[in-house]
């Protein structure tokens, strides 16, 4: 009897080993940057319509890692915003950290007159999954300077040390452009790479919509419950 316990609990500290090891390997894997594209798709029908208060130029689908839809560019006035909407919620609560955003926007045409000196404000944010309530992740506001043709703005959208960037089950990461001079503002977001606008998710992303440490550590509680079972099976007998 005292043999097979023994070798119960050899079997039990094994699996606490891998499982731990397994975790470590899988926080590597998991945490790593992610790409959405702006596309010219309408948001997907499960979103929350933002609910900022203001008139929307867009609400368009962004697509992770892949670049879609047909549209080339759209023009930005300056009392809309626009918004991009990932296409899928939060399947269980995440959290990015407090860490800056990387946005590439690429603008058509030149800047050139009133546009110089005016101002492209991108936003990182969260929407509430009943309300579309909107809270702000991350930002930046870029004073633009004058160009000849099309340029590509490569922003640092800094972490809002007002909030954090932690989502519940069923949030929507979405992001909001606006722009604040009378000339409308081109931004493209062709479905080709180098005419494209993108945001990037800092390298603690844990894997939005769903990391996959979620399932692992579901996974080794239920080889430890077995194992456990097993060894006060063992031990009544």
Known sequence: MKKNVKLMEGVI?????LASASMQVTVV?????????????GKPSGAPTANDGLTHAKDNLMQ???????GSYFTLPYDKVAWFYA????????????????AHIRTGEKVDGDEVGSNLTVEI?????????????ASHTE???????????????????TTTQDFSTGDWLAVRLSWDCTDGLRVDYKAEAGLDSFIESPSTDPGYPAPELHSL???STGLLALAGYSLLTKRRG
């Open 13 to 17: 500290f094994g699996l606490l080993v």
């Open 87 to 102: 296409d899928t919620g939060a399947e269980c609560g995440l959290g990015f950290g407090e860490y800056s955003w990387r």
């Open 217 to 219: 550590v579901l996974f």
């Open 29 to 41: 894997a998991a945490e790593t940057t992610q790409t959405w594209f702006l596309s010219s798709e």
């Open 125 to 137: 944010c969260r929407l509430e999954k009943d309300t579309g309530n909107v809270t702000v992740l």
């Open 64 to 70: 992770k890692d892949s670049r879609t839809g047909t």
């Open 143 to 161: 004073t633009l300077t004058a160009q000849e043709t099309h340029f590509d703005w490569n922003i640092s959208c800094t972490d809002n040390g």
